[in-house]
Nanobody
Framework: QVQLVESGGGLVQAGGSLRLSCVAS????????MGWFRQAPGKEREFVVG????????GYTDSVKDRFTISRDNAKNTVYLQMNSLKPEDTAVYYC?????????????????WGQGTQVTVSS
């Protein structure tokens, strides 16, 4: 069993920054790939970014490229999402997700483990 706990969400003005963290427990963190997803009200959960077990492979959705940066520290069992130049359309609940295996997936169904989510609100 894997437990994921996100933190770092909040309210920020457009153009601002936030850093989300996701701490994992229960299994060896380096055994699985990680992803960040988000879900806005009335919309489906969508892929934001994924990272392989060692950080060697990373993929972003187009809308966040050059603004968001994912990283992981396997010694701290933590994955981070640095979000810069935030826009109102980035407002959503952000979820951390983990999957067994080395490489990330871009689909919700590709992940077995989920955090509870953290709210990010960007005001205009």
């Amino acid at each position: 069993q894997v437990q994921l706990v996100e933190s770092g969400g909040g309210l920020v003005q457009a153009g601002g920054s936030l850093r989300l963290s996701c701490v994992a427990s229960g299994r060896t963190f380096s055994n699985y790939a990680m992803g960040w997803f988000r879900q806005a009200p009335g919309k489906e959960r969508e892929f934001v970014v994924g990272i392989s077990w060692n950080g060697g492979s990373i993929g972003y959705t187009d809308s966040v490229k050059d603004r968001f940066t994912i990283s992981r520290d396997n010694a701290k069992n933590t994955v981070y999402l640095q979000m810069n130049s935030l826009k109102p359309e980035d407002t959503a609940v952000y979820y951390c997700a983990g999957r067994d295996g080395s490489y990330y997936s871009r689909t919700v169904s590709g992940y077995a483990y989920w955090g509870q989510g953290t709210q990010v609100t960007v005001s205009s």
